[in-house]
């Protein structure tokens, strides 16, 4: 079930990941040829005296802007986005480096602050009320959704797994699938649409890679005997641009196809040798449409 009455907000975030100077050093990069992290208190000084404001720029996020857009008039969205310095890009990173954590990527306390806070105001200026409501209606033709990390025991005592599959809590209010080294662990979906559905699979990735193990997944419809479409897992962050010296740990999601209406196994096989965690899957979603991985 859905909530109609619900107001849609779409954040449109940067990060320093997404700086570059002279379209093609990323600011850790640079920052890292200057001996100085982005947290670095004569960050300013040495940006205003080694480069000039046309020198940076954002990464190029036109796919993303324009599905944002899209979602905005076709649904009623409302569009936040966090502040941005365009005419001077090192202004931005210089005054609000505070707003993101050592891995500079994600936002720090004080970012998720700034977000919440302008959220709020850009809501207000809608005329927005920040109440609930409560009133639920059906999804069409839509999605089903179950993201498992937003749950506890009730995912757990709902979802129809091997033994061997442990329901975890990896990390504070977050759940987890954790998948053993082994052969023969599976669990199933349910399709409750009447037609062929996409199924998109989400887990968890680190940068450096080989914290996760690869892991082959295969799908199998209920009533049948063999198992297809067996696909590579890596969950590994690619193209990982920050920095190098800290931990980085994200959400990917992976399409695995369309399958028919009621039930699927999914059958995981984990990849062999020593990594620190087990793969974890953290949800997975039915949806109307294909997705393409780079909107997810």
């Keep these: 079930q859905r909530f109609p009455k619900a107001t849609i907000v779409i954040i449109r975030q940067w990060n320093p990941l997404m700086l570059y100077y002279q379209n093609k050093l990323p600011l850790n990069k640079w920052s890292k040829l200057k001996r100085l992290g982005i947290h670095a208190p004569e960050l300013r000084e040495v940006l205003y005296s080694n480069s000039q404001a046309e ?32 005419q001077d890009p090192r202004e931005s990173i210089a005054e609000h480096s505070n707003w993101f954590s050592q891995d500079e990527y994600h936002l720090s306390v004080e970012g998720h602050a700034v977000v919440a806070n302008g ?68 669990f199933s979906i349910y399709n409750p649409f009447d037609q062929p559905r996409e199924l998109v699979l989400s887990y968890m990735a680190t940068n450096p890679p ?23 897992l890596e969950p590994s962050i690619k193209d990982y641009q920050g920095n190098e010296d800290v931990e980085v740990e994200i959400e990917l999601s992976t399409s695995l196809g369309m399958v028919p209406p009621g039930k699927t196994a999914v059958h995981l096989r984990t990849g062999e040798g020593s990594v ?21």
């Design 55 to 86: 020198d940076w720029s954002l990464a190029d996020e036109e796919e993303q802007r324009a599905i944002q857009d899209q979602a905005v008039k076709d649904y009623g969205a409302i569009l936040y986005e966090l502040p941005f310095d365009k």
């Design 210 to 232: 080989g914290k996760y193990p690869t892991t082959k997944v295969y799908l199998k419809k209920e009533g049948d005997e063999l198992w297809y479409r067996g696909m590579d």
């Design 276 to 296: 620190e965690y087990p793969f974890r899957i953290v949800g997975y979603a039915i949806t109307n449409e294909r997705v393409a991985s780079s909107v997810m």
């Design 119 to 186: 959220i709020l105001q850009v809501l207000r200026e809608k005329g927005v009320t920040v109440q609930r409501h409560d009133e639920v209606g059906s999804w069409g033709e839509g999605d089903s959704c179950d993201v498992t990390w937003h749950y506890a025991d009730d995912s757990k005592n709902s979802l129809e797994k091997s033994q061997n599959i442990e329901f975890k809590n990896f990390a504070p209010f977050k759940y987890a699938l954790q998948i053993p080294p082994v052969h023969n662990a599976h």
